[in-house]
């Protein structure tokens, strides 16, 4: 096979780097009882992808599910090897003053082979370099495969973290906004509806990875999970949980958020409306008095000063009484 520009790869052996990686002798390092090989498939082309995944025994219906256009999160075990496809999520910066979506998904399939590791990207947003410097810190190599996969895996729920709190202060944000009392505007709706779709969508790629670890942890033996790496998995699979609980309360929250907003806007109505019908009674006085003096029949004080003076007089205190009787209740 020859090496396409979009796929590149490490090789180790008893836990060392080695720089005599060829892409095109991957099946002979896979057979190699102290080597350690890690492919990435970058963009894949699908002819390519399937005389890979003929030479190394992949299963073609997981090939197929690694360049599909949309596929969910979810791990398989097959005979020879475990198939998982997971979603990365990385914080977009905010700007601007229209609302824009804060989260985006970069997806990531990998198949597990004992000694063997083959990731496919179906584009290049995902930083494959933070994966590279993960398992140096941890000194994955040492440990087989089964590090590898929780490299990989922990880099994942690690973006889930980050998006997890970025939306909480989100949340935040909102909820102060939703009380310092000034009227909702739309770009606020629009706002909180786009940041309830992007929790939306990061539950539905964070609330499956309890199954995908569960089913790595599983099969750890077919994927070559050392002990001294449980600790590690119980470590990440805890993560797990505390992503999903914490997108359940997040969900909550911002259902707490509509109902809120709505309430108060319903409150905001009823006050207004309430200080319109004080007013309108207010004004309704000079209103009938008027009325009254502006018949044409004769009435007391009719066409003398002291009849204008009387009505006059009549309307300022009627309205008066009436202010601080409303403005002792509230009405106004």
């Known amino acids: 096979m020859q090496v396409a520009p979009n796929i590149h790869g490490r090789l180790w052996r008893h836990g060392k780097p080695q720089d005599d990686f060829v892409f095109g002798e991957v099946s002979e390092y896979l057979r190699e009882p102290d080597a350690l090989v890690w492919v990435d498939v970058c963009e894949p082309d699908h002819d390519a992808l399937c005389g890979l995944a003929s030479e190394l025994g992949l299963n073609t219906w997981a090939v197929e599910d690694a360049v599909a256009a949309a596929e969910r999160v979810k791990a398989t075990a097959y005979d020879t090897h475990t198939f998982f496809t997971v979603y990365a999520v990385h914080v977009e910066a905010e700007g601007g003053d229209q609302p824009r979506r804060l989260l985006s998904m970069q997806r990531i399939s990998a198949f597990v082979l004992p000694r063997g590791l083959i990731t496919v990207r179906l584009t290049a947003d995902f930083d494959i370099a933070q994966l590279t410097r993960r398992w140096e810190e941890i000194g994955a190599q040492q440990y087989g495969v089964g590090a590898l ?184």
């Not at 942890?217 to 600790?231: I, N, S």
């Open 149 to 332: 996969v929780h490299g990989l895996l922990d880099v994942v729920v690690d973006s889930h973290f980050a998006a997890v709190e970025a939306l909480d202060d989100c949340v935040e944000a909102i909820e102060d906004e939703l009380f310092d009392g000034t009227p909702r505007q739309a770009s606020f709706q629009r706002r909180t509806f786009q940041m309830r779709r992007d929790l939306v969508a990061l539950r539905r790629v964070a609330l499956p990875m309890r199954e995908v670890v569960n089913s790595i942890q599983h099969h750890r033996r077919e994927v070559g999970t050392a002990p001294e790496l449980d600790p590690l998995y119980a470590d990440l699979y805890d993560h797990v949980l505390r992503v999903s609980e914490w997108t359940e309360s997040l969900r909550d929250m911002v259902t707490t958020i509509f109902e809120t907003n709505l309430s108060l806007q319903d409150a905001r109505l009823n006050t207004i409306m309430k200080k319109l019908t004080g007013w309108a009674a207010i004004i309704a006085v000079p209103t009938a008095i008027t009325g009254f003096y502006g018949q044409n029949v004769p009435y007391p004080g009719f066409g003398h000063l002291a009849g204008f003076i009387a009505s006059t007089s009549l309307i300022f205190v009627l309205m008066v009484v009436i202010y601080a009787m409303f403005k002792r209740r509230d009405w106004l």
